[in-house]
C-alpha cells in the first residue's frame, strides 16, 4: 500500500449496538499441522501459550531457500487495461481461499476497487472486470473508511469470509492537509470486512465506525510523519486463535514503530472490537478509537512490539518442514528491491532477518520489466488448508513488481518456486 502512495505519478488515476452472538462454523482447514504445537502447552499455567510452545522448539538451524524455478506470472495489470479498460493493479499481498463447495481457488490482491480473481489453482486465475468492493473514500478521520484495501482473510466453512481492510487516510486527497501530503498528512487502521457468499459481494463487519480493529490512540495530525496501525499479514490459525501482524511505520506518542502481534478467539471473529495485542507479557492490549477514548489513557492501548526491524510483514505461515513459524519482510522502503526473512518459534521472538530474494534472482526476461519489487509471501499449493495456513518444503514466493508503464510492462504479480533446504 505504501508503494501506492510513492509511486502516485506512475497510476494517477488512484488515490492511494449490540449484536447476537453469532455461531462461527469451522474454518475451512483439512490439514490441522498447526495443531502438534498444542502439545507444548502441558504445564503451562496462566503463562501464555506461544511461550510455552517456545520452550519446545528446537534451536535454529541454518536454513537456506532458494529459487527452484522461474518466476510464473499470476496476473498482469497490463491485460487488465486491455480487457476491462481500467488501470487494476496488485497493490497488497496476494492471499488466498478455497471454496470448498466448488473446489476453486479465490485469490484476495488488488486495490482500493477489488475485483474478484478466481481458478481452478492458485496458478490459473481470472479476474473479473466488475468491483467486488469499492472504497468508501469517507472523508471524515473518525470513520475509519478512507482509502480501503481488502486484506487478509479468513474463510470459514459456511461461504463466510471474513477480511481486515488496511485503511488509508491521506488528509490531502481528503482536502485536510496544508502540506503536499505524504510523509505527513497520513494515517493508517484496520477495518473489518465480511462477505457472506465466498467473497463475490462485501460489506463492512458492522457499520463505520464501528469496524475498527485497530489504532494507535492518537487521532489524526497532518504535522506527524505518517503513523498507524497497517500492513496486515495474512491471518493464521493457532490454539483455538486467529493471530495477525500489523505494522506501524514511525513513533507517534508512547507507540513504538515496528510489528505489533495481535490475535481474536476463533469464535469471536465476526467482532472487530475483540482483537487483542501483545503487552509484552500476555494478549490484553485493547484497541480504541483515539477520537472517543478518555485522554489520559493512551498508555493503555499501547502494543509491544516485536524485535523486527522497522519492515511490514507481508506473510507468514507454519512451515511443517522447518518446524517454525516463516515470516516474508517487505523493507522495499529501506533496502530497494530486496526481501528478507525471518524465524520464530512463538510468533514474539524472531530470528535475525537475512536477505534471500532480489532482482538480481531474477531471469532477464522478468528483470526487465522490474523496476522494483514489493509484497513477498510464501503459499504453497499442497498445504492440504483451504485458507493456506501453513507451507512445506516447497512453496511458492508471491510477489508484485513494478514496471515502467501501465500501458506496457505495468505491475505483475509472480510465484516464485522455492526450496528450503
Not at 541454518?62 to 522461474?70: F, H, K, Q
Not at 458492522?206 to 475498527?212: A, T
Request: charged share 10%; proline share 7%.
Amino acid at each position: 500500500m505504501y508503494y501506492f502512495i510513492l509511486l502516485l505519478s506512475f497510476f494517477l488515476s488512484f488515490k492511494s449496538s449490540a449484536t447476537a452472538t453469532l455461531v462461527i462454523p469451522p474454518p475451512l482447514v483439512h490439514n490441522l499441522s498447526l495443531i502438534e504445537l498444542s502439545k507444548a502447552k502441558a504445564q503451562a499455567g496462566d503463562k501464555d501459550v506461544l511461550k510455552a510452545i517456545a520452550s519446545t522448539q528446537r534451536k535454529e538451524a541454518l536454513i537456506d531457500p532458494s529459487p527452484a524455478g522461474v518466476p510464473l506470472v499470476i496476473w498482469a495489470a497490463v491485460d487488465t487495461l486491455h480487457k476491462c479498460h481500467i488501470i487494476d493493479v496488485p497493490d497488497i499481498p496476494a492471499r488466498a481461499f478455497v471454496d470448498v463447495s466448488t473446489g476453486l481457488t479465490h485469490m484476495i490482491v488488488g486495490s482500493t476497487n477489488f475485483h474478484k480473481m478466481i481458478g481452478n489453482s492458485l496458478f490459473n486465475q481470472t479476474r473479473e472486470c466488475i468491483a467486488a468492493w469499492n472504497e468508501t473514500a469517507d472523508p471524515n478521520p473518525s470513520h475509519f473508511a478512507g482509502d480501503e484495501f481488502l486484506d487478509s482473510t479468513v474463510a470459514l466453512s459456511n461461504g463466510t469470509i471474513y477480511t481486515l481492510v488496511h485503511t488509508e487516510y491521506p488528509g490531502n486527497v481528503y482536502h485536510n492537509c496544508t502540506g503536499k501530503g505524504y510523509p505527513y498528512c497520513w494515517t493508517v487502521t484496520i477495518g473489518l470486512a465480511v462477505s457472506n457468499d465466498f467473497g463475490s459481494t462485501w460489506t463492512h463487519a458492522r457499520p463505520p465506525p464501528n469496524h475498527l480493529v485497530a489504532a494507535v490512540p492518537y487521532g489524526y495530525n497532518q504535522t506527524q510523519l505518517a503513523y498507524g496501525w497497517g500492513d496486515p499479514s495474512n491471518v493464521i490459525i493457532l490454539d483455538g486463535f486467529y493471530y495477525a501482524a500489523v505494522w506501524n511505520r514511525n513513533q507517534v506518542g508512547l507507540q513504538n514503530p515496528g510489528v505489533c502481534i495481535m490475535r481474536v478467539s476463533i469464535d469471536l471473529i465476526e467482532d472487530p472490537s475483540a482483537w487483542r495485542a501483545w503487552s509484552g507479557t500476555t494478549y490484553n492490549i485493547s484497541f480504541v478509537s483515539p477520537y472517543t477514548l478518555i485522554p489520559g489513557t493512551e498508555s493503555d492501548h499501547i502494543c509491544q512490539v516485536t524485535n523486527l526491524p522497522n519492515c511490514p510483514i507481508a506473510g507468514w505461515s507454519w512451515s511443517t518442514y522447518l518446524k517454525k513459524f516463516v515470516a516474508t519482510l517487505d523493507c522495499s522502503l529501506q533496502s530497494g528491491s530486496q526481501f528478507y526473512i525471518a524465524y520464530s518459534d512463538d510468533l514474539l521472538n524472531w530470528s535475525t532477518p537475512l536477505p534471500f530474494y532480489n532482482a538480481k534472482d531474477l531471469p532477464h526476461n522478468v528483470s526487465s520489466m522490474v523496476t522494483s519489487m514489493s509484497y513477498p509471501t510464501f503459499i504453497d499449493p499442497m498445504s492440504g488448508d483451504a485458507n493456506f495456513n501453513s507451507i512445506g518444503q516447497f512453496p511458492y514466493l508471491f510477489w508484485v513488481s513494478i514496471g515502467h508503464s501501465p500501458e506496457t510492462d505495468g505491475r505483475h504479480l509472480w510465484a516464485t518456486p522455492f526450496s528450503f533446504t
